[in-house]
């Protein structure tokens, strides 16, 4: 290349990308469709977390039962709630684990670069509700259906993970030996996999699930909800479908019983989604040519579940304050106010910066400052967390009530 082009294309590039202001994708997904998918997917994540080590959380939560692979899980986001999705409980499904590692880089990048996506700040979301994926919980299937054993279903003690929750158990009658499929286990939760991923459950509470299949471009959601839990999962399942354009399964040919989303409902009276990605049903991988079309598909799924799980939980909300009404929100279990009124009703002097898109608070010797759709604030200068970030809603600022009421309740004048 000449020099007149170098600096004609430089010039290009510096206008398109801003040098050092844009996070890009750090990861390399095809090469992980192989085998050594489950060694390759635990270096994915781990590159993930040491990427954005400031928004993501990298546990363990549990080892392979025939092998002994480690099954990790990340947290993506500061949020206190959290959803959940999963991947790979069945070994020949694992492009479903390419897709949850994809969209983990995606909403991470997405994060880092404070980008607003249909509509939504992706800061205020995950810093109101953090997503949690287990890209992969069956390593040791995967690995078999990737290498040598392409139709390759349950786990490597030939347990098919997905009938080995506990929901219709005794009831329903499978094949009774390890196999390909089909294999229940010797009891509910039998297998260390399924395990692993019950405990998290416990330990996150997550408001929703979705776990990823890959046969047939469906939605299962129905599993005997009634009343409200049946409106608000149908209404979920009714903006999922929309989105990929898989067609919902109806509540009378919803007929599993011992599958991960069938337990996550009963047991928690959530909604949960078996999302099946996959346009061939053939008991083989699905090809890497199908997966250009599923991104496009299921790329803003999480955001979208975390964005109504938000809208879901706020709610309006009143209290008083000094012997005052104040109208609020609720957002989840935290009491947000116009930061106008409370400044009103508890003598404090407040002001916002459009361009800091910061709100400073002050009475007396104390100062809180806070970032909009930021869970950390300044008060004096040193960092508070907060219980949700501050927001704008219809031109108002909001700000969580309680950290207002600590910092500034108790200043005598
Ligand atoms: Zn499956």
Redesign the pocket.
Known sequence: MNLKKYYALMIVLSIVVPPGLLQAKVLDLKPIYTAGISEKTNRAMQKINTTYSDITELITIGKSAKEGTEIKAIRLGKGDKNILINSG??GR?ALTTILALDQLDYLAEAYTNNETINGYSIRALLNTVSIWFVPLLNPDGAELAMSTLPSW?ANGRGVDL?RNYPTLYATVKLSKAPSAEGYKGTAPFSETETQALRDLCYEKDFEAAIAY???GQVIYWWYHQTGEAYGKSAELAGILSQMTGYALVPPSQSTGGLGFTDWFIQEFDRPSFTV?IGKTVNQKPLKWGEYQEIWKKNKNVLLQLGAEMIKRNTHPWETTVNDQTIRGEMLFESGVVPVREVSQIMDLSYSYDVITKTVTISKADQTLVLTLNEKEALHNNEQVILPVPAYLANGTSYVPLQTVLDIFSDIQE
């Open positions: 409980h069945h499904e279903k997905n299949h890959s046969a099946e």
